[in-house]
């Protein structure tokens, strides 16, 4: 038997309580994206040789870029990640950032 709060009648006797933890991630806070993958076209299929722990740190700037000023970091980064992999692209460099993120889900899930 239960209350209407969920409680065991053992633990209504020993005078415990249900407790409702919602976890604070949401699936934004993931590095998924929805990409159409009849329409998409991969710009840098190089992003594979990332690993995940890179692809995650990416993600943390790209989506903090919008939010505060980190614009050299971003070049930083960028730069970086263009001379690990050897990519030659006049994006901008945010711009760059989010479509080795939208590469990497396209890829990852391919």
Known sequence: MSTPYSQRLGDVVAGTSVV???LPYKLSDTIFQDVQFD???VSFPQVMKLSDK????VDNIVKHHTKSNVGRYVENVANKIKTVLQIESDMPDDMFLETLLRDYNYLSRK
């Open 20 to 22: 409702l933890k919602r």
């Open 39 to 41: 329409q998409y076209v």
């Open 54 to 57: 890179d692809i995650n740190i």
